[in-house]
């Protein structure tokens, strides 16, 4: 395949290309119209979709993200100032994140939907940890960038919740 070909197949003409690929010369207009029909439907689909994912996250205020309102102020001040001194120390920066429910989803989903939209971690190294609770359906999701593994005691697999 030239190279002009594949650029071609992902440009909007290369797609509707790829979609009415096999329509004969007496093929009728509604068939044709269904194909292109049905490409342009998953295309606003998946651009939608993808989006209304992300709105219903919150915004990151800082390294102690109390939503759930379980934490009193000298509890947060605590914990940010720990959290603070474990990136201090270890370079690994880790946010808590408590809230009320999580909605139907699963903790460890909804833990790595908040990781990627709040991108934790230095850039390059990818060593940030975010630690989910959610209190009325009782999870716990943990969710860590690449580079932190079990040599520092973070994220391991399998690893008990106390």
Do not use: H
């Not at 989910?132 to 520092?152: C, P, Y």
């Amino acid at each position: 395949m030239t190279t002009a070909a594949r650029a071609g197949r992902w440009t909007v003409a290369g797609l509707v290309s790829r979609a009415t690929r096999g329509i004969a010369p007496g093929m009728s207009a509604p068939r044709i119209f269904s194909r292109c029909t049905r490409l342009c439907l998953l295309v606003v689909c998946t651009l939608t979709a993808l989006p209304a994912w992300a709105q219903d996250l919150p915004a990151r205020v800082g390294r102690v993200n109390d939503f759930a309102e379980v934490l009193d102020a000298s509890d947060r001040n605590d914990l940010e100032r720990q959290l603070a001194a474990l990136e201090r120390d270890t370079s690994v920066k880790v946010v808590v994140v408590t809230l009320r429910t999580l909605g139907g989803r699963s903790a460890d989903d909804y833990a790595q939907a908040l990781f990627d939209a709040w991108g934790l971690g230095n850039k390059g190294r990818a060593n940030g940890v975010l630690i989910l609770v959610a209190v009325q359906d009782r999870a716990v999701g943990i969710d860590g960038g690449r580079s932190v593994d079990s040599s520092k005691g973070f994220c391991q697999p399998g690893m008990p919740v106390p």
